[in-house]
């Protein structure tokens, strides 16, 4: 098989992981609380001619099994954050935004995102003026929330021609929204206040450095504001609301963010929403009602895990760097054992069954304490060690303004 290209004709350089460093993409308590303030707790039909791409198990053997095809790869590894589509197989990269902290009057402040939005016609991604958005499943639809959240309507936004094809009002304002597994309905939840505000009268501490003479402080701090949720139905507008109050506990402070959003389990049935006293998921019905599931050992594991499109199999955690290597976990989706160790710092998405979408450092850079985040998206497979560069660097800070998260949606 021949070197693969991307899309744009632009070769794809399969490269072997090296990197001895023990640090990793997800961020530990201390990075935590540093960047908490920057972060909250989470496109359009592609008409495009891509070629598939084959990640072949490496050993020597040139009769060895290899890895099934990823179809319609399409790789910017020289764009950081990129300007054209980045897809693998089942996702793309629909969105992506950056976090900005906006100054308010008297005192106050807003951790607020910063869109792009894949654009079919410039097949680019473009900047939004949009607050929130998320996109459909098949990618010609996005909800979209504007000004200054939260706010009593929701936008569906048609991803073909930019324009809002209508608007879906309700009484209770609402800070974030997202479709379903099959994109037919909307978790819209509910707050009083800016999810992402920091409030002068919600004061919280941090500590100084005393060798630096830096004295600890009180600055404004996240308020715990949500009120409940919406299910919507997208075809009609039906909108139909449950309480569902946010619980009160002193850890919101700590992870920096007011913004307690609910998702959607995988089967659409469910919906979730983060546990702040302990690693974990609380389930509810779409009433709001609670929902004791069995615990799973991959429960406890953050960011939450992502199944493979068979369900058989989840993202797991960092798993060390294991033979000099920075390497992440696969786990079976039921017993939480550990299936398949693969490069890269944080698993991100699922491009099908045997292949993923990850974060990993830069190899050349990447050192104990130096070099972690200066990482790129990668498509890795379960059996293989080869990686194929998705998109460039990003840069090698973890709390600069421009550092962009994406958004994966299935195409």
Not at 44 to 67: C, F, K, M, N, W
Not at 108 to 119: G, I, K, M, T
Not at 387 to 403: C, H, M, N, Q, T
Request: with cysteine.
């Amino acid at each position: 098989m021949g070197t693969p290209k991307c899309s744009g004709g632009t070769a794809i350089k399969r490269e072997q992981l090296s990197c001895p460093d023990e640090s990793t993409e997800r961020e530990q308590p201390s990075s935590l609380r540093r960047r908490g303030r920057a972060l909250a707790v989470a496109a359009v039909v592609v008409v495009a001619a891509a070629i598939g791409v084959s990640l072949a198990v490496t050993g020597g053997d040139p009769e060895q099994e290899r890895q099934p095809e990823v179809a319609d790869v399409m790789a910017r590894p020289d764009q950081s954050p990129p300007r054209e589509l980045i897809a693998a197989g089942e996702v793309a990269v629909s969105a992506y935004y950056t976090t900005k902290l906006v100054q308010k009057p008297g005192g106050d402040a807003v951790n607020a995102r910063e869109w792009s939005l894949y654009d079919a016609g410039t097949e680019r991604y473009e900047k939004t003026d949009w607050a929130w958005l998320d996109v459909a499943p098949g990618m010609k639809t996005a909800a979209v929330l504007e000004g200054d959240l939260p706010v009593n309507r929701i936008g569906l936004l048609n991803l073909s021609t930019g324009k809002v094809q209508r608007w879906i009002e309700v009484d209770k304002s609402v800070g974030g929204v997202q479709f379903s597994p099959d994109g037919e309905r909307l978790v819209a939840t509910a707050y009083s206040h800016h999810p992402d505000g920091l409030f002068r009268d919600a004061p919280v501490r941090v500590e100084g450095d005393a060798s630096k003479g830096v004295d600890a402080q009180e600055v404004p701090g996240p308020k715990q504001s949500r009120t409940g949720f919406y299910v919507i139905d997208v075809a009609s507008g039906r909108a139909e609301f449950a309480e569902r109050p946010a619980e009160k506990d002193s850890l919101a402070a700590m992870a920096g963010t007011g913004r307690q959003d609910f998702g959607w389990s995988p089967d659409g049935e469910l919906l979730w929403e983060q546990r702040l006293d302990q690693p974990g998921r609380n389930y509810y019905d779409l009433n709001g009602r609670p929902k004791p599931l069995p615990r799973r050992k991959t429960d406890s594991i953050f960011p939450p895990v992502v199944a493979s499109p068979d369900g058989k199999l989840v993202t797991g955690g960092f798993a060390g760097g294991e033979d000099g290597r920075i390497v992440s976990a696969v786990l079976d989706a039921k017993t939480g054992e550990r299936s398949a160790v693969v490069p890269g710092q944080q698993l991100l998405a699922w491009a099908d069954d045997t292949h993923l979408i990850a974060w990993r450092c830069d190899p050349d850079q990447c050192r104990p304490g130096k070099g972690e985040f200066r990482n790129q998206l990668i498509l890795v497979g379960l059996d293989s060690d080869e990686v194929i560069p998705l998109s460039g660097f990003r840069k090698a800070e973890a709390d600069y303004a421009g550092r962009w998260n994406p958004v994966f949606t299935k195409r």
